[in-house]
Structure formats: structure tokens, C-alpha cells
């Protein structure tokens, strides 16, 4: 298989969000695993349904390559944590990896960095892979903070034991989630960029260069072949899109 990055498989990510109910999941799981297996895959595949799917998919997705995956965790193994699924759970239903920090978790519940790093502590301890979520807002990109953010993000977000085997980073643009917008070309490049370097600076280069950073925001078949192009992009987290298996199975096959 080869890939653009020898060291960095790309991973295409579906985030389904609060997206389908039983039927729905299963058929559109059914048709991932079946399409990817009429090609040569250059990339990793997953799908992060939500809790009450993640069983049924797990059995949808049975004897093919497409990955499972959950969208947020707990911070704690189990006990008196009403409403919370723990790590330990997801890896039992079948979930390899967990989205974490996203910033609709961010902003709809409250979640702070060291939270998310506390849940992928305990995640990281339960097997699973984490997908780290950063990105800014429109109002902190206008006046000039991106960087700054994003810098902040990572250093309090990411525990200091991850590495490319446990960890990928999402770079999310806040305001390009679900907006049809995206980042120039040269933005995503210059902002994939800084974000190995704050990676080299907080974990050390070997670590920092096997970790994959995926982009995420608007990601679609038209604009997929042309970001997944640019260096230190490694693949992408897929919102809308990835509830079409037609959309979907376009922005896989764009992975060079
Ligand atoms: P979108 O969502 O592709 O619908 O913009 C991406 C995400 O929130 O992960």
C-alpha cells in the first residue's frame, strides 16, 4: 500500500453525530463495509455512530476493514457517573477508537481541555485509539488567535504519553463545522504545519511525526481531492458527508 506519508497511514473518519436510529445505521454501515470492499483501500476507515447504534454497526460492519468508533467517553473506569459511558464499555461493544474534545462537546456541555485530557488518559488506558479534536472560532481567527488557540488546545488537551499509535489530532475549524466553508488550501497547509510543531515541541519529534492530523469541517467530494493533498494533512474527520454512502465512498477514494 502506498502512502503519501510513509510514516502516517491517512485515516478517513465519519463523525455521524446524533444521526440515525437503529435501521438507518445498520443499512448505511452495511453499504460502507460492502463498497470498501470492492477497492483497494489507501487509507484507514472508520465510523463513530452514537451509543445506542454502536452495537448493531459493530455486527453490520462484521468481516470487513471499516473501524468503529465512539464520539466522546468518560474520564472514569465505571461507578456513580450518571448518563456517562466509559472507555472500558466502548471497548467492549467493539470501538477502537474515541472522538474526544470535539467543539460541539466543547460548547454544548462545557468541556474544557484538561478534561479532554483526562478522558483520553483513561481511554488511552482502555486500549482505544483517541482523535483529538482543536480547531477556533471565527472571532478568535478574525483577531488574529488561531494559532494561539490551536497552540493552547494541544498543549492542555493532549496527555503527555500520546503518540502516533494512540493518538491522532482533528483540526476542526470551528466555524467551517457543517457551514459548507472551509480554510484556503494554504491556510489548512500553514495551520497542519504549526501543528507538528507544537506536537514536536510537547511530545518530542519522533512521537509528533508518526501522529496523524486529520482536517475536518466541510470536508466533501468536491473540494476532498485538494485537501487531502496537502502535506501534513493525513486524512479527514467527516461530518455530513459521511451519512452519504455516495459522498463518503468519493472523499476514500480521493486518498492518494
Ligand atoms: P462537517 O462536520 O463535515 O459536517 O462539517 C465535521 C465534524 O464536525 O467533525
Not at 481511554?123 to 478574525?142: D, M, P
Amino acid at each position: 500500500m502506498a502512502y503519501k506519508h510513509k510514516v502516517r497511514k491517512p485515516l478517513i473518519a465519519g463523525n455521524w453525530k446524533m444521526n440515525d436510529l437503529k435501521g438507518d445505521a445498520r443499512s448505511l454501515a452495511k453499504s460502507i463495509a460492502l463498497e470498501t470492499k470492492k477497492i483497494d483501500l489507501n487509507c484507514e476507515v472508520l465510523i463513530c455512530p452514537p451509543f445506542t447504534v454502536l452495537s448493531g454497526v459493530k455486527n453490520a460492519l462484521w468481516g470487513s476493514n471499516v473501524k468503529l468508533g465512539a464520539q466522546d467517553c468518560s474520564w472514569a473506569e465505571n461507578g456513580a457517573h450518571t448518563g456517562d459511558i466509559s472507555p472500558v464499555m466502548l471497548k467492549e461493544v467493539g470501538c477502537e477508537y474515541v472522538i474526544l474534545g470535539h467543539s460541539e462537546r466543547r460548547t454544548d456541555h462545557k468541556e474544557t481541555s484538561s478534561m479532554v485530557r483526562s478522558k483520553a488518559k483513561a481511554a488511552h488506558k482502555a486500549g482505544l485509539r483517541t482523535i483529538i479534536c482543536i480547531g477556533e472560532t471565527l472571532a478568535e481567527r478574525e483577531a488574529g488567535l488561531a494559532k494561539e488557540v490551536c497552540e493552547k488546545q494541544i498543549m492542555t488537551s493532549v496527555p503527555k504519553e500520546s503518540n502516533g499509535g494512540n493518538t491522532v489530532i482533528a483540526y476542526e475549524p470551528v466555524w467551517a463545522i457543517g457551514t459548507g466553508k472551509t480554510p484556503t488550501p494554504d491556510e489548512v497547509e500553514d495551520m497542519h504545519a504549526f501543528i507538528r510543531s507544537v506536537l514536536v515541541k510537547k511530545l518530542g519529534a519522533m512521537p509528533a511525526v508518526r501522529m496523524r492530523i486529520l482536517y475536518g469541517g466541510s470536508m466533501k467530494p468536491s473540494n476532498a481531492e485538494q485537501l487531502l493533498s496537502l502535506k501534513d494533512v493525513d486524512g479527514g474527520l467527516i461530518g455530513g458527508a459521511s451519512l452519504k454512502v455516495e459522498d463518503f465512498m468519493s472523499i476514500i477514494k480521493k486518498v492518494k
